[in-house]
């Protein structure tokens, strides 16, 4: 047959053919001759001509005919990203040839942004083998989000097989850092590497930093919203790490663009420098949508049970701190008695039980403490929370209800229970996949979920619009990370915000220096960050107001101080700003 | 980029490519019960198949509802949303990629007409990537007479009018090949070299400009931080940099990672390929 006589072939050699004058190397597939030869020796199998063409348009409508235009938003068709997302998302392909640090302020959506990239590059060939590291607790959401939003086949590392099996892994910066996983890291060639909560990376001398300067990588996203926490030479690491000598040695660095450790001088240029690595976006700057903000502050009259308990609890607790010698509870659990008894009755009784048990049996204070005990059980109404269930059932909607004390979580969830709403609780202990099957419960079987602690990174409840703060911690930070979980990009409703708080309290003035007096509310949210980078500050804030309390004799006193402590503030505040104007981030 | 209905059309060629029964077709959906070979690649069910495969009981293929267009299917229809970039759709290409590479066709002569010997074609569809940091594709549809060499681009366009079978037609005459398949296949690396000779490369040399400041700006640094004084705190607190050697080293596992990330290539690629008879 003349079939046959074509047969009479020489595979042709791999062939690597030079262009001239400025040739640019072309490789020709050519392994797919061998196996076409051998179809026409066994005479098929053949493709039908339906099945042929279907191909060839596959390959026509998948093939990408631009260097520059982003192609990825074709292929996710369900996805609306902000402008600023896909301007980032540009910026990298196209002026930062892939390697960038991610610095967008917290909730404008870095994972987006980098979600948006790798699928660029997959949809363009460019990408096949990319690595994910991230804290422990995001693994699970990282996988899900790039599978759900952006159809990206990525895997969590679970078993090391899996280095191999897989092209796409998310796994722990702890895990792949640890030997064998470190070796098996190190020996491939990633086309992408992701690295998030990236300032970690700051410090050359860590295992980690050195671990991911050895990983071979052809595109590097890293990304942090506080690339510059401490000190100027932190950022000069990260960069380095993705783009060596981009700011020159350490050396030349600090010579040049350091007057301090946090001061940058020949700003301009440095601005300049960071431009070609870094993006940050900013909240102030981008005309996001975010919602409105509803902040309510809810007074409530003490019953005088209440009222009784509360006076006894404050006098029991300034009489004991000011008290020298060893017998005596520590400072901490006074405390924490005292900020007690402005949340429940429970709260308080279980503090008083353990201060119990600890004092020795011969104790005087036992006494006392049994009698404080009897106080509190003449609290029959509870103010607070009868409040909260009348809010609860006036919203008639989702409600997340956060206090500082596991015993009243309990106590609210038994309220709630006895009045038929259902709820569930959140703790910081709780494992990821425990929170996230409480998220799944709240948002699909019950009105209210009782948290303790904020959720932690990456917990989004933006289906709920009410906040309830049942107790307010005294560092502002914590308010701030418990109203971002539904207070974020993407939430379409205004959020409403409840504050309760007891008149003539040591919270109500709490409450009126943090959140009303600074105006925290208002101004965190053009400048979450700065705030973020000053989580030290306001851990400050609750030692000084701790030992404020402590030294005053009595309610006038502290409020007086308080008042003080406020003033020394606006101070501060205003040298900040002028900190911020000298940042050389952009 | 496909249209919704463009989608719709093709999903509906891929199920009957397949063999695959299609229950319902509407404007906006299809119903179908999917053939041995679409339930493999769509299902992802391997154990069941293994299973099937091994007790030689009698398979079961699932039936799927696909929605190209809520508001022209009839109410209560339920069923998933494909759209360009679905994963679904991504198994159907991934599928058809398969089952389409190969294929050896004959035109089938008109009735009347005495036949004349059919002409063999060698048909190739091809990717051309021009790769930096960036790419870009190109497809090509060429086609190359066995018989004088002569190429004809838009091959796919010329077959498309054709009436094709899989089996060689009663009377058939072949007329003889005058090439081997390499000596075609070299005919059309010959083709799509003149053609990306005429292609501007502008893109090529500025990934080259790109590249040679990068390893410019990496060779600085690595001068810079080996010529550093011993006991220099930035460099005795950076284990990696121990000695010269390490320097070297890393230096040189950079200067790989810029080449890799932007040196100028082409690869071209083969998507399918084809054996065609056919009448002048």
């Keep these: ?586 | 980029m496909m249209e919704q209905e463009q989608l719709r059309q093709y999903v509906f060629r891929y199920f009957q490519a397949t063999g695959s029964h299609v229950l319902e077709a509407g404007p906006g959906h299809l119903r179908v019960k999917l053939s041995e070979t679409a339930d493999k690649d769509l299902t992802n069910r391997p154990l069941y198949w293994a299973f099937v495969e091994r007790s030689g009981m009698p398979p079961q293929t699932m039936t799927m509802t696909l929605i190209f267009d809520r508001n022209q299917t009839p109410d209560g229809t339920e069923g998933e949303e494909v759209r360009f970039g679905s994963p679904r759709l991504l198994q159907i290409f991934s599928s058809v990629a398969r089952h389409g590479r190969w294929t050896r066709l004959y035109e089938e002569p008109e009735q009347t007409h005495c036949p004349a010997a059919a002409v063999p074609w060698l048909g190739l569809n091809c990717n051309v990537q021009y790769i930096c940091d960036r790419k870009r594709d190109e497809i090509h549809a060429l086609g190359v007479n066995l018989v004088t060499g002569a190429v004809e681009e838009n091959f796919m366009e010329r077959l498309k009018s054709r009436p094709l079978t899989p089996r060689l037609p009663p009377r058939m005459h072949v007329a003889p090949a005058a090439l081997t398949l390499a000596e075609a296949v070299h005919i059309v690396q010959n083709r799509i070299m003149e053609h990306v000779r005429t292609q501007d490369d502008s893109w090529a040399r500025a990934a080259r400009v790109r590249m040679a400041e990068e390893m410019e700006r990496i060779r600085q640094f690595y001068e810079n931080m080996k010529s550093m004084p011993m006991g220099r705190p930035e460099k005795a607190s950076d284990p990696a940099a121990a000695d010269d050697d390490a320097w070297q080293a890393t230096y040189e596992k950079q200067l790989a990672e810029i080449k890799w990330q932007y040196e100028p290539r082409i690869q071209v690629d083969i998507i399918n390929a084809g054996l065609f008879f056919l009448h002048t």
Aim: hydrophobic fraction near 40%.
């Design chain 1, 1 to 586: 047959m003349v079939i046959h006589e074509m047969l009479a072939t020489q595979p042709t050699e791999p062939s690597n053919i030079n262009l001239s004058p400025e040739p640019v190397p072309i490789r020709f597939d050519d392994q797919w001759l061998l196996t076409f030869q051998e179809r026409v020796q066994a005479d098929g199998p053949w493709s039908s001509w339906d099945m042929f063409q279907l191909a060839y348009e596959a390959a026509c409508h998948t093939a990408v005919r631009t260097f520059d235009q982003l192609q990825c938003l074709i292929h996710l068709p369900h996805l609306t990203p902000f402008p600023h997302q896909l301007e980032t998302a540009k910026k990298v392909l196209n002026d930062m040839c892939g390697r960038a640090i991610l610095a967008d302020e917290v909730g404008l959506g870095k994972t987006i942004e980098a979600g948006l990239i790798l699928k660029e590059y997959l949809v363009r060939g460019l990408v096949k083998k990319a690595l994910i590291l991230v804290p422990a607790s995001l693994v699970l959401q990282w996988t899900r989000e790039l599978n759900q939003k952006f159809h990206i086949p990525a895997v969590a590392y679970k078993k090391p097989y899996m280095w191999d099996a897989y092209d796409i892994l998310v796994a722990s910066m702890d895990t792949a850092k640890r030997a064998p996983n470190s070796d098996k890291v190190l020996s491939t060639a990633f086309d992408m590497l992701i690295v998030d909560e990236a300032h970690k990376l700051k410090n050359p001398r860590t295992k980690t930093y050195q671990f991911v300067r050895q990983i071979n990588k052809k595109y590097c996203l890293l990304l942090t919203a506080t690339p510059l926490q401490n000190d100027l030479k932190e950022l000069f690491h990260l960069i380095t790490l993705l783009k060596p000598g981009q700011l020159g040695t350490p050396g030349g660095f600090a010579a040049h663009f350091m007057a301090g450790d946090r001061l940058p001088k020949n700003e301009l240029e440095l601005k300049e420098k960071l431009s070609h690595v870094m993006i940050r976006n900013r909240r102030s700057e981008e005309t996001l949508p975010f919602p409105d903000r509803k902040v309510e502050s809810i007074f409530l009259d003490l019953s005088p049970e209440e009222r009784t308990l509360y006076e006894e609890v404050t006098r029991f607790v300034r009489e004991q701190a000011s008290m020298e010698g060893s017998g005596r509870p520590s400072i901490f659990s006074l405390i924490t008695l005292q900020r007690e008894v402005c949340s429940s009755r429970d709260a308080v009784f279980v503090t008083l039980v353990n201060l119990f048990k600890k004092l020795s049996e011969d104790s005087p204070l036992r006494a006392e403490i049994f009698r404080l005990v009897d106080v509190a059980k003449q609290v029959k109404r509870h103010t607070k929370a009868q409040k909260a269930m009348e809010l609860i059932e006036t919203i008639n909607d989702k409600v997340i209800i956060f206090t500082e004390y596991r015993a009243t979580q309990e106590f609210l969830m038994r309220m709630l229970a006895e009045r038929g709403i259902r709820s569930v609780p959140f703790r910081g202990g709780f494992n990821r996949g425990k929170k996230d099957w409480m998220k799944d419960l709240f948002q699909n079987r019950a009105q209210v979920l009782v948290a303790t602690e904020a959720g932690g990174e990456g917990i989004n409840l933006q289906f709920c619009h009410h906040v309830i703060n049942y107790d307010l911690p005294w560092n502002p930070m914590r308010l701030e990370q418990r109203i971002g979980r539904v207070h974020r990009l993407g939430q379409e409703h205004p959020v409403h915000i409840y504050n309760l708080t007891t008149k003539g309290t040591i919270e109500a003035h709490i409450l009126q220096l943090l959140y009303e007096k600074i105006n925290l509310f208002e101004t965190v949210i053009g400048r979450l960050d700065d705030i973020l980078e000053r989580h030290q500050w306001a851990k400050t804030i609750e030692k000084q107001v701790t030992e404020l309390f402590i030294r005053s004799r009595d309610e006038l006193s502290f409020a007086e101080q308080l008042r003080h402590f406020g003033k020394s503030f606006n101070v501060t505040d205003a040298e900040r700003s002028m900190k911020r104007k000298r940042r050389p981030s952009q």
